[in-house]
């Protein structure tokens, strides 16, 4: 055996990597969603952060009759106006990012240590917004389900039947279902028992299932507790008397529609500060521009899964 051929006497792999450049990633946050709920959402710039939503209190009552030919008598109508609307105020979501100067003046090569630090924190920030935007007991699209507009599953699980008794809630140009992505599967499980599987449609250079044309949106902030979820479906737009998002505009800072970014300061100690905060709500116009399929069941393996994994 030669000399060359001893393991001890080449050059290993360990040593010969202190002379290599690793090629380094930004830092990967695997909480981030693509957040289509934001994406579908008509934005309204409210003025001093209150949104009041008039609404006509008589509207049962509005009524036009043909007059007969021989008759000039117009019938009169008015439109009143509800005496205490509602009042929407946009809700803070707020964090601080610090680092200490050091760490941005030493280490920021290849990667900004600043702006990593808040590209992080501000994704975070979306996702909480999401987040509220589903949940939140205030203003929230689950906590503004009138009552009228709740329906309960066949069997459980969600079936196209399901879905049509929702549509039959929100007719008037519904814009999207949403729902947990394991109710998505649940339901695309369903169509093909049946024989029917969903077509699927482009959005953002993404695919989803439809049903009856309109498209089924994930979000995992939708709640999912105990083998069961959440079927939301939505009209949207303030055309429509629909949903809406609500932003406060001209932040100083902004870096997007409601979404501000502001240096706070060096301390004492060297941590530099960056206050970011996002301003939003959310209202639903007209009660039937929202309803929900309650206690809607996964599939018992995905409950298995997620129970003993």
Known sequence: MS????PQLALGDSAARQLANATKTAPILETISPRWLTLLLQWIPVE???????????AEELDVKC??????ELPTIYADYDAAPREYFLNSVSTIVDIHTRISDLYSSPF???????????ETVKETQEAQLINNAD????????????????????TPDDLDELLTKVWKEP??????PLAIAAFGRECTRRGVPPPTVSLFGSQFLTWRGIPLIPSDKVPLADGKT????????EKRQGVVGLFQPNL???QSPGLSVRFMGIDRNAISSYLISLYCSLAVQSKDALAVLEDVEIDKYYEYKHEYK
Request: charged share 20%; glycine share 8%.
């Open 48 to 58: 001093a952060g209150i949104y009041r939503l008039n609404k006509v209190s008589n």
């Open 175 to 180: 814009a999207f279902f949403l729902t947990h």
């Open 139 to 158: 203003y929230g699209l689950l906590a503004n389900v009138h009552p009228d507009q709740v329906v309960y599953p066949l069997t459980g699980a969600p």
């Open 252 to 254: 100083p800072g902004e």
């Open 112 to 122: 900004d240590q600043i702006k990593e630090q808040l590209r992080v924190s501000i």
């Open 67 to 72: 007059s007969k030919r021989d008759q000039s």
């Open 3 to 6: 000399e060359t051929s001893d």
């Open 230 to 237: 959440k079927i939301l479906l939505l009209r949207v737009g």
